[in-house]
Nanobody, 121 residues
Framework: QVQLVESGGGLVQAGGSLRLSCAASGTIYSISTMGWYRQAPGKQRDLVAV???????NYADSVKGRFTISRDNAKNTVYLQMNSLKPEDTAVYYC???????????????WGQGTQVTVSS
């Protein structure tokens, strides 16, 4: 069984910063891609940033230059550093991880429970 536990959300003023963390635990053989999505009220869940196990990254246009994704493979943890936050960044942020629980297993996607980020104007 695999769990993804997120932390670091909260309330911040526009222009401020937050750092989200997401740690994967449980029966893990290998992890490939990790990343973050977000979902604002009444909207679909959108990709924010993704990082491969080799460190390649990709970002949504709306966060480029403001957000930085990173990972610590030894800790099975992915981070999202969010700077210059805007009210439109307000959403529930979900981390995900594509991983194998066993060398014979298929790659599966696991999700965190979500953490609220609220940016006040």
């Amino acid at each position: 069984q695999v769990q993804l536990v997120e932390s670091g959300g909260g309330l911040v003023q526009a222009g401020g910063s937050l750092r989200l963390s997401c740690a994967a635990s449980g029966t893990i053989y290998s992890i490939s891609t990790m990343g973050w999505y977000r979902q604002a009220p009444g909207k679909q869940r959108d990709l924010v940033a993704v990082i491969t196990n080799g460190g390649n990254t990709n970002y949504a246009d709306s966060v480029k230059g403001r957000f930085t994704i990173s990972r610590d493979n030894a800790k099975n943890t992915v981070y999202l550093q969010m700077n210059s936050l805007k009210p439109e960044d307000t959403a529930v942020y979900y981390c995900y991880s594509n991983l194998k629980s066993d060398y014979r297993a298929d790659l599966r996607t696991h999700w965190g429970q979500g953490t609220q980020v609220t940016v006040s104007s």
